[in-house]
């Protein structure tokens, strides 16, 4: 059974969607960021104060590495975790990969829906519309190497449908 990874933004709904797919395939799923946490014992914000953005990319890419081809998983990958090292070429390597493509409107509006802090990419961000935006064309192509591309509302079904002949 093949993996599958989900990459996008922040609160672009890798977690949620996540969940939802890993219950109906009787997979396991794995959230990155929650894997570092575990790891380094201390939330993300914490090793990005404390340690900085090299030490926690370099945490990260270790710990995906963790993850291994045909384990049934289906892994909400961070946002950034596709742009560092070779993390996107192993990505492909693990099974079906999906870009979740929300529109920056979308996300700051998720993302003003609970604390901004925990994001600590946006700490200091004078506008977060004009920080989305920069972010997602900066990383769009990484993201869309990607094997399937979704965008607006996605209904977990329908994902399935799509998923079933690729797994």
Do not use: W
Request: proline share 5%.
């Amino acid at each position: 059974m093949k993996n599958i990874i989900l990459v996008g933004m922040m609160s672009s709904g890798k977690s949620t969607l996540g969940k939802k797919l890993a219950r109906s395939l009787g997979y396991t799923f794995v959230d990155l960021d929650k894997l570092i946490e575990k790891d380094q014992q201390v939330d993300i914000p914490s090793i990005f104060t404390q340690k900085g953005e090299s030490y926690f990319r370099d945490v990260e890419s270790r710990l995906l590495k963790t993850i291994l081809p045909g384990q049934a998983v289906v892994l909400a990958s961070g946002g950034g975790t596709p742009c560092f090292f070779d993390n996107m070429d192993y990505i492909q390597t693990l099974g079906v990969s999906i870009f979740l493509d929300v529109p920056a409107p979308d996300l700051a509006r998720r993302i003003d829906s609970h604390a901004k802090d925990d994001r600590p990419i946006l700490s200091g961000a004078a506008s977060l519309l004009q920080t989305l935006e920069q972010k997602i064309e900066e990383r769009r192509p990484y993201y869309s190497r990607a094997d399937i591309t979704l965008t607006g509302d996605i209904e977990v079904g329908h994902l399935l449908e799509t998923l079933r002949p690729l797994l």
